[in-house]
């Protein structure tokens, strides 16, 4: 079982990293240099391409719940298995994006977590609070309580 997770944690750090990469290249393309809240982002982001960009946050989801069937042994298990990989995912994306371009400059910083089904903002902080919260619940139960 600890192999699985770990490959789990590494899939998920290497989605993160590959959404980071598309960030640093959507800020590059638009011409966003700013190092404050992604939500001066959002509004510098062509309208006709936020449709495109919620398919890319819905495909993402979508890999992760195939990812959790194919893995996971019954339902409460594959709510683990997606919990766990999503929760690497998004830690890591900040993590990825730190390491790329220096942002989030502070766990203050206002970002864009998803677009849908409408914008979801908050500060870094909080998706980096509960993905955390998360990888240490599951691997306190999987390791010394189941």
């Keep these: 079982m ?7 944690a590494i899939f998920g750090v290497a989605m993160a990293h590959l959404e980071g990469v598309v960030v640093v290249y959507l800020r590059k393309a638009l011409d966003y240099n700013g190092d404050g809240s ?12 936020l449709l495109i960009e919620r398919t890319r946050e819905a495909a993402t ?14 339902l409460f298990d594959m709510i683990i298995v997606f919990l766990w990989t999503f929760a690497f ?12 371009i220096k942002w989030p400059n502070s766990l203050k910083t206002i970002d864009v977590l998803f677009l849908i089904p409408k914008p979801w903002i908050a500060p870094v902080w909080f998706p980096i609070s509960i993905s955390s919260i998360t990888i240490l619940s599951i691997f306190i139960y999987l390791f010394f309580l189941s």
């Design 2 to 8: 600890l192999q699985k997770f770990i490959l789990l």
């Design 38 to 49: 992604n939500i001066n982002f959002l509004q510098k982001f062509p309208k006709e391409y």
């Design 61 to 74: 989801i979508i890999m992760l719940v195939v990812l959790a069937v194919l893995i996971g042994d019954g």
């Design 89 to 100: 995912w998004d830690l890591f994306y900040y993590v990825s994006l730190y390491v790329l």
